[in-house]
């Protein structure tokens, strides 16, 4: 029975303009005489299914015409190519190409080799019904085949091209699942059978893979060599002196002209007052600009200083750097100031527009006012200031300094003097108040804040006949403070000027080391007097323990009384 749907689709997949689809002419043509040949004559009825159904006495046939050259398609294998087409493909003497005076010459003068026609096989059976995924795909083994179709026939011959038309077949093979795979082999074996001719007409264009390295065998393993002494060699010269001295700087790295672990820090100038630096860069801590006029102190100035929890001493500028590693110290080039600036009142706001010297204050070369609220706290109308910003930030303008008016310096000497003391009132005292007590041959230890009273306390000490070692009671390193306590008799706590780490220490310290410890709330000398009388006799540490264990004697000694 005659199936027309397999030429139907011969038709619909190879009709088309481009140049692979016309060379299937043949093809299509045969198909459609197929189809004519099963039609019926009176046109009524359905086409019959007969195998051997004889065209109608009507019916056209194709001729060739033989005068004209034509090239012969290339034979199908007989597992692609339709057994009625056959006869078709068969290969017809062609004639050589005209010489100039338009006259052919025979064949076997000179012959023409035919450009290879496509070959695409025909399904030999029936698509199933198909989804909108299968459908799309369906479309895209279409394209590919065209394209390889192309390529065997070397109408396009462009690798890359090649390469990414493989990627692609590749890709949607991948994506389909085993159902849609089933559904299109009568289209996709077809279009892998078109990619391997494809390929082997690509082969001499395409790059050959590099090949794989040999495995090397293993070496068989050699006897250590006895050690020779070494020979002295002269240092050969470097070709670039530069060069090997930058390697050998970047080896050895140029350590802090400072250490901060011995209390050294380098000044960092800030619009207001300064940081502190360690000798690795961090910051440390701020100072005031108070310290700073005191101390004169600039961008690289190095300085001894204690830094604490609540406040730093600087003790004194030992010397000047210029750079800290990359960080480069130049006040004048990263701060501009503007020195003895008059603020005078304008409408409703103060001002800076000129200094005592009527220079007027400029920024970038050009005329600045520096505006300040009525109600500030820095300056009032009539005031003397220094003004600080940053060089590439006008906006950062602000007040560094106040300096002090007439006005002003006399109300502070006149202040000083009501705070100042008599000259006959000492703090330290002249007496013994507790004349029981002979610290001779014992260390006293005091902790107490920076420098505070350090003089007096150490006279009180050697009033009673003991030696003295003032502790800075800031510092709560544990190894500092073991250090300091450890030939220690009595131990003296300040607890006002002593960080609360350092009292724990202290405690801690206190079964080990074996040094007796008593605790003075304040300065006052007469709590540190009390202190020093219960170190001395081993009392408790503070008062209330104390008052609660005199207590606690009393009431002991009213019931063996009444036992009595």
């Known amino acids: 029975m005659y199936d027309y749907r397999n030429d139907l689709m011969t038709i619909i997949q190879n009709i088309g303009a481009s140049p692979a689809e016309l060379a299937q002419g043949r093809t299509i043509l045969q198909a459609a005489l197929n189809l004519i040949n099963a039609l019926p004559v009176d046109r009524t009825s359905r086409p019959t299914h007969r195998r051997n159904h004889q065209p109608p006495a009507h019916q056209f046939q194709i001729k060739r015409h033989e005068t004209a050259p034509r090239r012969t398609p290339v034979t199908p294998p007989a597992s692609q190519a339709p057994a009625k087409s056959a006869e078709v493909a068969k290969p017809k003497a062609t004639l050589a190409p005209a010489v100039p005076n338009g006259q052919p010459t025979p064949a076997s003068a000179t012959t023409v080799k035919p450009a290879p026609a496509p070959v695409i096989s025909q399904p030999t059976a029936p698509l199933p019904p198909l989804n909108g995924d299968q459908y799309a795909a369906l479309n895209k083994l279409k394209g ?232 500030n706290l820095q300056a009032t109308n009539g005031s003397i200031v220094e003004l600080a910003w940053y060089t590439n930030d006008p906006d950062s303008m602000r007040i560094r300094w106040t300096y002090p008016t007439t006005a002003e310096k006399t109300a502070a000497k006149q202040a000083a003097k009501k705070r100042a003391k008599p000259a006959t009132t000492l703090s330290v005292p002249t007496e013994k108040r507790y004349p029981g007590i002979d610290l001779s041959g014992q260390t006293v230890a005091v902790l107490v804040g920076n420098r505070q009273e350090h003089e007096d306390y150490e006279a009180t000490i050697r009033l009673y006949g003991g030696e003295p070692t003032v502790i800075d009671g800031f510092k709560t390193q544990k190894s500092y403070l073991k250090s300091k306590l450890r030939g220690a008799d009595l131990v003296i706590l300040v607890k006002s000027k002593a960080h609360h780490g350092t009292s724990k220490a202290v405690v801690d310290f206190q079964n080990q080391l074996g040094y007796n410890f008593a605790v003075a709330n304040t300065l006052s000398m007469g709590q540190f007097e009390d202190a020093l009388y219960r170190a001395a006799n081993g009392f408790p540490a503070d008062t209330a323990s104390f008052a609660n264990q005199d207590l606690t004697d009393q009431i002991g000694a009213a019931l063996d009384k009444v036992k009595k």
Not at 145 to 165: D, K, S, Y
Not at 342 to 368: A, Q
């Open 144 to 375: 590919l085949a065209q394209e390889l179709t192309g390529f065997i026939n070397q109408t396009n011959t462009a690798v890359p091209a090649f390469v990414n038309l493989t990627k692609r077949l590749a890709k949607l093979e991948a994506d389909l699942s085993e159902a849609d795979q089933t559904a299109l082999a009568s289209r996709l074996t077809p279009v892998k059978q078109l990619l391997t001719q494809a390929q082997a007409v690509m082969a001499p264009r395409l790059p050959k893979p590099a090949p794989k390295p040999a495995p090397q065998p293993k070496p068989a393993p050699q006897p250590k060599p006895k050690p020779t002494p070494a020979k002295a060699t002269k240092p050969v010269p470097s070709a670039n002196p530069m060069a090997a001295a930058l390697a050998k700087e970047d080896v050895k790295k140029v350590p802090a002209p400072f250490n901060s672990q011995k209390g050294q820090y380098v000044v960092q100038r800030e619009l207001t007052g300064a940081q502190l630096l360690t000798d690795s860069g961090q910051a440390a801590g701020h100072i005031s600009e108070t310290i700073v006029r005191k101390f004169n102190l600039v961008s690289g100035t190095i300085v001894k200083a204690d830094i604490n929890p609540t406040d730093i001493f600087v003790h004194k500028a030992l010397r000047q750097i210029d750079h800290l590693g990359d960080l480069k110290f130049d006040d004048a080039q990263q701060i501009q100031t503007f020195d003895f600036g008059v603020v005078n009142k304008h409408k409703r706001h103060l001002r800076v527009t000129f200094n005592s010297n009527n220079e007027p204050l400029l920024v970038n070369g050009k005329k600045y006012a520096f505006l300040l609220d009525e109600d």
